[in-house]
């Protein structure tokens, strides 16, 4: 694996090609990821309208222990390693997931990858309540962003191309998908794996944002 990130402070981002490739990782990144946002009936019940999101890339997020116990238990074969588990409950019924942004138009104000995102899911209504603006909440710094001192985002930067560009990762947004969604289509849309421990480096600061405690403004 030839593609490299770097993060601006210089250390190298490395992606990781000696993972076991029949099993998910944390750090995979996937491209054209779908994810069905709704579903609705037609009054007569003879149609079903589906709102379907495609995201350009995600990356998996979560332990990678657990993502190596279900793929033992899936497994005719355990990788190697590892047995098979001795009992179910290792089992993950779906994987969470991280959108990546494309960095240039996620600060871009007038070019922004976000807005379109924001018009297909707004709360699922077809009328903007009043009481709600479009406007996107942006970071107060873009610096901050780059230099990953917000603690809501993480930022990406690749030192070649290699089809992947610059990445924003926003915390607040994240979605499940089947795992064996993924697993089925691992070879087709798996572009790289983040290496450790950087990988675990973007997990940790997730954790750390979805953990934080809820106070009263």
Request: aromatic share 10%; net charge negative; proline share 6%.
């Amino acid at each position: 694996m030839s593609k490299r990130l770097t993060e601006n402070n210089g250390l190298l981002v490395g992606l990781d090609s000696s993972l076991d490739q029949h099993g998910l990782h944390l750090g995979d990144v996937y491209r054209d990821v779908e994810f069905l946002e709704q579903t609705a009936e037609s009054e007569d019940h003879r149609t079903i309208r589906t709102s379907m999101l495609v995201f350009p890339l995600a990356m998996v997020m979560g332990q990678e222990c657990d993502l190596a116990s279900d793929c033992a238990l899936r497994a005719d074969v355990p990788p190697s390693g590892r047995e098979h588990p001795s009992k179910a409950n290792g089992f993950m019924w779906t994987t969470l997931m991280l959108p990546l942004y494309n960095a240039s138009q996620f600060f871009d104000p007038n070019n922004s990858c976000l807005f379109e995102i924001l018009e297909n899911v707004y709360l699922g209504t077809a009328t903007q309540p009043a009481s709600v603006s479009l406007e996107l909440n942006r970071p107060p710094r873009e610096d901050l962003v780059r230099d990953n001192q917000d603690e809501r985002y993480h930022f990406l930067r690749f030192e070649s191309s290699g089809g992947i560009p610059d990445c924003v990762i926003d915390f607040r947004h994240y979605f499940a998908l089947r795992t064996s969604y993924l697993l089925g289509h691992r070879n087709q849309q798996c572009m790289a794996t983040l290496s450790s421990p950087y990988r675990d480096k973007v997990l940790q600061r997730f954790t750390f944002y979805i953990s934080r405690i809820g106070l009263p403004d």
